[in-house]
């Protein structure tokens, strides 16, 4: 209307807001993943004593009782972490090896993934030294608890080494005093190509030439040639030697 008053606009001013109310986080559980294990032992009840003491983040996808049954598992299983008995029973076991050591010998190209656990009674420095020396990541002795065997199993499957706190002296000692032969042994060794250093190793084994020929997918000539150019290389005169001289430089 004409000459009539308006109040005066109030100005809005923004509404004011507070915190944005915090979003309750979900914490979850570290649990550690699953782990697929293969149990090799000759003992059918320690087998199923050592099943059911497992924890539940471990799961048994196969077992085996001797050298041939275990490679054959181990193979066609390719689990995560073989729990593996060191003095196992099989056939062609080289002398001065044991079953759990040739196991690692015969599926380790196979299964390149997975690592072997040696789960043993003897607590011997031998067999300790022997098979860490065949690539197991770790030993323990049977008289663990189960829980102690579960967190072994993630441990080695996580890229770990696991020993029984006795037993870690004696890898320690072992591998520190190879220290010194080492470099001795890698520059005799280099005077050998990578062939003639397959060939010189199985023949240290005690392999027959035609088992070496099958082993190598060679004929037994080229066997004869490769160990002919070993000998003549290292200087050494014939096989006994040559399994002495790789024995002292722990190649076998």
Partial sequence: ??????????????????????????????????????????????????RAELDDTIEVVGEAHDVESAVTVVCGEAPGVVLLDVHLPGEGVPAGSTGGAEVMRRAAASVPGTRFLALSVSDKADDVVGVIRAGARGYITKGSSGQDVSRAIHAVAGGDAVFSPRLAGFVLDAFGAALGETAEASDELDRLSAREQEVMRLIARGYAYKEVAAELFISTKTVETHVSAVLRKLQLSNRHELTVWASKRRLL
């Avoid at 915090?22 to 294990?37: D, K, Q």
């Fill in 1 to 50: 209307m004409p000459g009539a008053v308006h109040p005066a606009s109030t100005p809005r001013l923004p509404a004011l807001r507070g915190p944005a109310p915090r979003r309750a986080r979900t914490r979850r559980s570290a649990l550690p993943e699953r782990v697929r294990v293969v149990v090799v032992d000759d003992h059918p009840v320690f087998r199923s004593g050592l």
